[in-house]
């Protein structure tokens, strides 16, 4: 895509606003002739019943209610209409349907990523983009990817919203509203069964308490279970790697004690068991499958035959409980709205590991017994792996029936507290206003531990001794402590009749601290690497607990504090009734942190000495900030039908990024940061009412990105934004047809489209890697194969409803495009951990209200 400069931005934003809506200039006859065609429209909408689409649309995309043609932002609205219609249940649900937003739910259920515009929210840091839910923020990483069975509005907004919605909206907000207490007792219950003995249940009842009205409540329970779509070909009965099983129970409690104040009451428990780390490694050796013949050694991901042999049975648990009171109060200065949350998200998993394409356990007897036995049986590993009769006569990747990989097991615990209050007045006047002030208090534990597989299982400890059932060989396990305090307001001012100026301010502080938790007495039975490629153990759990390194044998606590002002400012012109231009600017704001500590150590340690490389990868990173702007339009074309666009343009400053390292060391998650990040794209999006039974909506977006300085990997420079597709669209047919008197057809054809994306800043470039120790120039990967391709996926539902009841055939993926989800380039090992996609499943719903 060209650069967009500001005149050619300027000029188009006019043209597409003459062509959508008649833009109309200051002269006055053109201004008489303006406001007679708006009476003429308005007589006709009268007479008719009609109103536009943005009209029956209500936002609070700005904190505040708005139809949607009068809100100056990119936001994308999923109404409940269409989110039943499409049958969403799960974030990558509502993500297909939002241009310009992908997604990535690969490792864990902990670990979505969401990628808004080229700004990706980093494994194991923030996200990038604030969730609202029911009006209240939620601060977890974890808490987006749930299921959602409940649902009123979704709201996508797009571009820093920092200033309006607070912490960590750098990309943008997603603003969810769930189904409130109705004045009549009633509920509803859906039941779903599809392929690969997948279940899905969900009831809700509720209604008033007592004659009275000032009490409503409702209860909402949701459980699901499926087999996953992909099997372990080696444990026996054939086993699944991907399952999950989730169930929760969410209560809601409004209490109107008078006109003026409402009570909002929640509890939500969940409880979510699952596989974890589906992945296989693919391998970007070229100059190894040209020597040895064999072509494995250097494969497009894209055509990966993915084949599971793991002789751990990965397994991902999750608990969550929330608890939120929010209310609203009218008073004489104002609308008063205050809200507190607690949260508390355990999660943890145990896998296989990655141990063994570096042989450091290969004298471990059990890594020697298990091999023998497998060559003995006959056991093939996919190519260009090999089984030999002993460990050192083999080649193993990632994951293998062996228990040389040894094991994995980590822990992502938090738990919150968060408080907000805000006045908001003269929504009757000119001048409009609010502001409010904002607390958080957060507890977070993460833990990486390396095991010894003595074929007795996953000890579920961060920590085990050396006489326990599996040995503890390398850990990183910190707390991380964090007190956020912000205050915001904003002013919006109607300077003219059909022109809207914004302005808002936000500043937030953020004071971090870090313990290490690593045992200082425990040593390594095995890893200790050394220039001549021994593995001699004797070694600290934690290579920051080397004495050359710290000379007290210890890592001591950190502190560091980050901060942001954070200035928006938009301004909406109503060139006439149906069509508005808008502009807006801002700053967006993500606070640094820590890593796990000791992850410098181990990088310089186990990389940057013996390949002499200069990898940058910190015990901390920095803050992230963005300069964002934007024009676009909006316009109801006719009553049917809405039109809108964009224009934008981001600079990122430290853009936070995943890396994930694997080696002589076991493997470390770690956020680096890239120095500064380009991004600029396009956006248009339609919603079309062709008749009382048929409708069509979607939208296109494209991004442009270009990294242009990253001290951590400085070949990177001049590559393009990771986890950021080129482009993405969304079209959707929604149908809803009375054939008889009594029944409904009811229809939705839903496309998603997402364009070639690579995953990391390394890309179609080579690097050294670890293999060079042994294999010279051999050991040197060409990544130019490692962009996921452009694909496209279909959904289908089709059904009959009758008074009460529902009946729904559906399909996901029905043409069962053969994708990956992610591809995680590790650069130093020689390849790329790699995710497949979702298969085709096929299913039925049946529904039932009362």
């Known amino acids: 895509m060209p650069k967009i400069s500001l005149r050619w931005t300027l000029t188009l934003l006019l043209v597409m606003g003459v062509l959508a809506g008649g833009a109309v200039f200051a002269q006055t006859d053109e201004e008489a002739a303006s406001e007679a065609e708006k009476q003429e429209d ?61 997604i990535v739910d690969a490792a864990e259920v902990a670990d979505t990523q969401v990628n808004i515009r080229g700004i990706n929210g980093s494994r194991d840091a923030e996200n990038s983009f604030a969730l609202i839910v029911d009006g209240v923020l939620k601060t977890n990483p974890a808490a987006l990817n749930r299921q959602y069975g409940n649902l009123h509005q979704i709201e996508v907004l797009k571009g820093p919203q920092g200033a309006l919605y607070g912490r960590n909206a750098a990309a943008g907000a997603i603003i969810v509203s769930t189904r409130e207490p109705g004045d009549e007792f009633g509920g509803d219950l859906l039941l779903s069964a599809g392929q690969d003995s997948t279940y899905y249940a969900t009831a809700s009842v509720g209604g008033p308490v007592g004659s ?84 494995e050694f250097f494969e497009d991901v894209n055509d990966r035959t993915f084949v599971f042999q793991p002789n751990i049975a990965p397994r991902n ?126 507890d977070r534990e993460v833990g990486v531990n390396l095991g010894i597989d003595q074929q007795q299982g996953v000890v579920e ?46 500043y937030d502080r953020e004071d971090r601290d870090v313990t290490n938790l690593v045992p200082t007495e425990p040593r390594t039975q095995f890893v200790d690497f050394t220039l001549d490629g021994q593995f001699l153990g004797g070694a600290p759990l934690n290579p920051g607990l080397d004495p050359n390194i710290n000379p007290s044998g210890m890592i001591p606590p950190k502190n560091k504090t980050f901060d942001q002002v954070q200035p928006k400012v938009s301004g909406r012109w109503d060139v006439t009734h149906r069509t508005a231009l808008y502009g807006s600017w801002g700053v967006g704001f993500k606070s640094g942190g820590f890593n796990n500590q000791g992850s410098n150590a181990t990088v310089e340690i186990f990389y940057n ?37 964009a224009l934008y343009r981001v600079d990122v400053d430290d853009m936070q990024f995943f890396e994930f390292l694997v080696g002589p060391f076991g493997l470390l998650r770690v956020v680096s940061n890239i120095d500064e990040v380009e991004i600029q794209g396009a956006e248009v999006g339609f919603s079309w009412s062709a008749s009382n039974h048929i409708s069509l909506y979607g939208g296109w977006n494209w991004t442009d990105s270009e990294i242009i300085k990253n001290s951590s990997r400085p070949e990177t ?104 989800e992610e591809n995680i380039t590790a650069p130093e090992f020689g390849g790329s951990f790699t995710h497949p996609g979702t298969r085709s499943r096929w299913g039925v719903d049946l529904g039932f209200r009362f």
């Open 461 to 506: 400890n961060l920590f085990v001794p050396q006489s326990g059932a599996n040995p503890t060989e390398q850990l990183l396990h910190d707390r991380f402590e964090t007190n956020v305090f912000a205050v915001f307001g904003s002013l919006r001012y109607d300077v003219v009749d059909n022109f809207e100026l914004g302005f808002a301010l936000r």
């Open 212 to 295: 009275s009205g000032i009490t409503k409540y409702l209860v909402h329970a949701e459980w699901r279970e499926t087999d996953g779509f992909y099997r372990n070909e080696f444990l026996g009965d054939s086993p699944v790697v991907d399952p999950y099983k989730d169930y929760s129970i969410n209560g809601r409690v409004m209490i109107e004690p008078n006109e003026k104040t409402t009570w909002d009451l929640k509890l939500r428990y969940g409880e979510i068991e699952a596989g974890a780390i589906t992945f296989n490694a693919v391998f970007a050796l070229p100059l190894f499958a040209s020597a040895l013949g064999t072509p």
């Open 317 to 442: 648990d999750q608990t969550a409980l929330e608890l939120s009171a929010h209310v609203d109060r009218e008073l004489n200065l104002g609308h008063l709205t205050a809200w507190l949350l607690y949260s508390d998200i355990d999660n943890s998993f145990f896998a296989d590991g990655t141990s063994g394409s570096f042989g450091f356990f290969n004298a471990e007897e059990n890594c020697r017994a298990t091999t023998a036995e497998l060559f003995n049986a006959g056991v093939v590993l996919p190519a260009p792996q090999a089984l030999g009769p002993l460990p050192e006569f083999s080649l193993f990747g990632p994951y293998t029936p062996t228990t040389c990989d040894g094991t994995q097991f980590q822990v992502r615990n938090q738990e919150d507290i968060s408080f907000q209050v805000q006045l908001a007045g003269g929504e009757d006047t000119r001048l409009r206003w609010q502001g409010g002030v904002y607390f958080l208090t957060l």
């Open 609 to 645: 000495q013996p390949l002499g490389t200069e990898l940058v990868i910190e015990d901390d990173f920095d803050k992230e900030t963005s300069s964002a702007f934007e024009l676009g339009f909006k316009s109801d074309i006719t009553n049917r039908f809405f039109f809108e666009g």
């Open 42 to 102: 308005e007589m006709v909408d009268e007479l008719t019943g009609d109103t536009s689409i943005s009209d029956e649309i209500t936002v609070t995309a700005l904190q505040v209610e708005q139809v949607l043609r009068e809100v100056p932002a990119s936001v994308t609205v999923l109404t409940e209409g269409q989110l039943e219609a499409a049958g969403v249940r799960t974030a990558p649900d509502i993500v297909k349907m939002v241009p310009g937003v992908a």
């Open 717 to 820: 420079a001049g590559n393009k934004s990771p986890y950021t597709p080129d482009y993405t669209g969304t079209l959707a047919l929604d149908i809803s047809y009375p054939i008889t008197n009594e029944w409904v057809l009811l229809g939705n054809l839903l496309g998603s489209f997402r364009g070639p994306t690579w995953f990391h800043t390394v890309q179609d470039q080579t690097n050294t890697t670890l293999f060079a120790l042994g294999f010279g120039p051999l050991g040197v990967a060409d990544y130019s194969l490692t962009q996921r391709s452009s694909f496209t996926t279909v959904d289908l539902r089709l059904g009959l409803a009758r008074n009460k009841w529902s009946v729904t055939l559906w399909g996901k993926n029905v043409t069962d495009n053969d994708y990956i």
